[in-house]
T-cell receptor, first 116, second 115 residues
Framework: DSGVTQTPKHLITATGQRVTLRCSPR?????VYWYQQSLDQGLQFLIQ???????AKGNILERFSAQQFPDLHSELNLSSLELGDSALYFC???????????????FGSGTQLSVL | QQQVKQSPQSLIVQKGGISIINCAYE??????FPWYQQFPGKGPALLIA?????SEKKEGRFTISFNKSAKQFSLHIMDSQPGDSATYFC??????????????FGSGTQLTVLP
């Protein structure tokens, strides 16, 4: 068990809808990362938050947004959903800013999103 | 230039055999190369990692070989066991503007070790 908790585990919704994925990082970790895993794109970095502030942005669509709350949990909001948004969404956490090369990322078990 | 190319896509090995997974990169700014192991229903977990100033790193049955001039690195799993059956991802990371680190993953290799 990595200590990173993601809810829900599965989410089924329709095109055009909006969903929120939730992540609780490991105790004491200040950074939260969101990744999307799909068959055609592999594991893609979406966004990182450190202690409530956006730290780095990757291949995140404008329809997607995220935030990290004062208690350090994070939410990923996906809106105007399309069939192609179906994927496994992972949250990861790390103790610091993630700048150090050997700072370890701990991944949750993911949220499987199915857009029908 | 941010890509990390991984092969093979799938690999079947007999118990006790050697599993070899290869990765190649283009961007010489990458300065850290981790490997992740992912079991079904779980998130990736760090397995072993290497810096480019080292040609080999060994941890138990897992070895990374690194060839800086060829911009290639590989994971060797010695004495492969059925419990090693998982998807393996190579990755490469670099700093972005000194304030964050970008981790780029390969496409993954599904390893099956037959009993």
């Amino acid at each position: 068990d990595s200590g990173v908790t993601q809810t829900p585990k599965h989410l089924i919704t329709a095109t055009g809808q909006r969903v929120t994925l939730r992540c609780s990082p490991r105790s004491g970790d200040l950074s939260v990362y969101w990744y999307q895993q799909s068959l055609d794109q592999g594991l893609q970095f979406l966004i990182q938050y450190y202690n409530g502030e956006e730290r780095a942005k990757g291949n995140i669509l404008e329809r997607f947004s995220a935030q990290q709350f004062p208690d350090l949990h994070s939410e990923l909001n996906l809106s105007s959903l399309e069939l192609g948004d179906s994927a496994l969404y992972f949250c990861a956490s790390s103790p610091g800013t993630g700048v150090r090369a050997n700072e370890k990322l701990f991944f949750g078990s993911g949220t499987q999103l199915s857009v029908l | 230039q941010q890509q990390v190319k991984q092969s093979p896509q799938s690999l079947i090995v007999q118990k006790g055999g050697i599993s070899i997974i290869n990765c190649a990169y283009e961007n010489t700014a990458f300065d850290y190369f981790p490997w992740y192991q992912q079991f079904p229903g779980k998130g990736p977990a760090l397995l072993i990692a290497i810096r480019p100033d080292v040609s080999e790193k060994k941890e138990g049955r897992f070895t990374i070989s690194f060839n800086k001039s060829a911009k290639q690195f590989s994971l060797h799993i010695m004495d492969s066991q059925p419990g090693d059956s998982a998807t393996y991802f190579c990755a490469a990371s670099l700093t972005r503007s000194g304030s964050a680190r970008q981790l780029t993953f390969g496409s993954g290799t599904q390893l099956t070790v037959l009993p």
